[in-house]
């Protein structure tokens, strides 16, 4: 059973696009919500992180947007480059040190 | 990755034999993992340690052992390999509990013939 449900498995995009990549969760004890960016050949890299109780963070270009009520959080990266190619993750946890991942998102950006 | 190392990288061995992974930190961190990376399936925990000789299962954990005799080194065992624990395994290290991200290796991908 998959804790954490992640769409699309793939996108591909333009140079400047913003694309989304959208999460979504059952289990309302999870409190944090973290975004794994990751190279082939690499180990996936934290890339920005939420917690329940605000409902958008930005990290340069990366943003994270969470709603509780919908049980769902999505990151969105603006101004897309070429070397934002790369597999992302979402991932929950709740303080039982174990973390859930998604399925990952294959993230094609075009120049 | 700095301070997470993780040997071999590669690794083709044959149904049946025993295989072991070695993950080694220089962090100092207490807390540490072992995934596998499978299409369709994201990552998912196999064993991780909470200190040196504590250790659980995760989601994943048949067909799999592992031992920490010291704070830097975190083994994986497969005991007895099958095809289907082909896959890239991933080490990863935390300072602590649930709210911290992790450090992940390089991985290893381990093919089993």
């Known amino acids: 059973q998959q804790q954490v449900k992640q769409s699309p498995q793939s996108l591909i995009v333009q140079k400047g696009g913003i694309p989304i990549i959208n999460c979504a969760y059952e289990?309302?004890?999870?409190?944090?919500f973290p975004w794994y960016q990751q190279f082939p050949g690499k180990g996936p890299a934290l890339l920005i992180a939420?917690?329940?109780?605000?409902s958008e963070k930005k990290e340069g270009r990366f943003t994270i947007s969470f709603n509780k009520s919908a049980k769902q959080f999505s990151l969105h990266i603006m101004d897309s480059q070429p070397g934002d190619s790369a597999t992302y993750f979402c991932?929950?946890?709740?303080?039982?040190?174990?973390?859930?991942f998604g399925t990952g998102t294959s993230l094609t950006v075009i120049p | 990755d700095a301070g997470i190392t993780q040997s071999p990288r590669h690794k083709v061995t044959e149904t049946g034999t025993p295989v072991t992974l070695r993950c080694h930190q220089t962090?100092?961190?207490?807390?540490m993992y072992w995934y596998r990376q499978d299409p369709g399936h994201g990552l998912r925990l196999i064993h991780y340690?909470?200190?040196?000789?504590?250790?659980d299962k995760g989601e994943v954990s048949d067909g799999y052992s592992v031992s920490r005799s010291k704070t830097e080194d975190f083994l994986l065992t497969l005991e007895s390999a099958t095809s289907s624990q082909t896959s890239v395994y991933f080490c990863?290290?935390?300072?602590?509990?649930?709210?911290?991200?992790?450090?992940f290796g390089s991985g290893t991908r381990l093919t089993v013939v």
């Open positions: 990863a290290i935390s300072p602590g509990q649930g709210k911290y991200g992790y450090t």
């Open positions: 939420i917690r329940p109780d605000v």
């Open positions: 289990n309302t004890a999870f409190d944090y």
């Open positions: 962090e100092n961190h207490r807390y």
């Open positions: 340690s909470y200190g040196v000789k504590d250790t």
């Open positions: 991932a929950a946890s709740i303080t039982s040190n174990q973390f859930y």
